[in-house]
């Protein structure tokens, strides 16, 4: 995703750890190496929610997780179906 930015729209930081919230807009106009194999470029436009939570020690970044809805990922790339909803009792 060439044209890829990543906008953060929220942040917390407390002595080593922080964490970032925001979003990822970008469209796939190459090849997405993935372990089930490659998927083509589809062309299509993604906004994609994400989280990540830092750990610093000294002046090194110790640790990175990131959160994204992969399942929200492949169906704006147009590669799998939407989940389905869930349905509320009556």
């Known amino acids: 995703m060439p044209d890829a930015r990543l906008e953060i729209t ?5 002595g080593a750890l922080a ?3 925001g979003m990822l807009i970008g469209t796939q106009t190459g090849a997405l190496q ?3 194999g490659e998927i083509p470029p589809t062309g299509r436009r ?4 994400w989280m990540a939570m830092y750990e610093v020690r000294g002046d090194q970044l110790a640790s990175e997780h990131l ?3 992969q399942v929200d990922f492949m169906t704006q790339l147009g590669v799998m ?5 869930e349905e509320t009792a009556t």
């Not at 929220?10 to 407390?14: A, C, L, P, Q, T």
């Not at 179906?81 to 909803?85: F, I, L, N, R, V």
Request: charged share 35%; hydrophobic share 40%; no cysteine.
């Open 19 to 21: 964490a970032a919230e």
């Open 34 to 36: 993935t372990p089930d």
């Open 10 to 14: 929220r942040s917390i930081e407390d």
């Open 81 to 85: 179906s939407a989940a389905p909803a």
């Open 67 to 69: 959160y994204f809805d």
């Open 46 to 49: 993604v906004e994609l929610r």
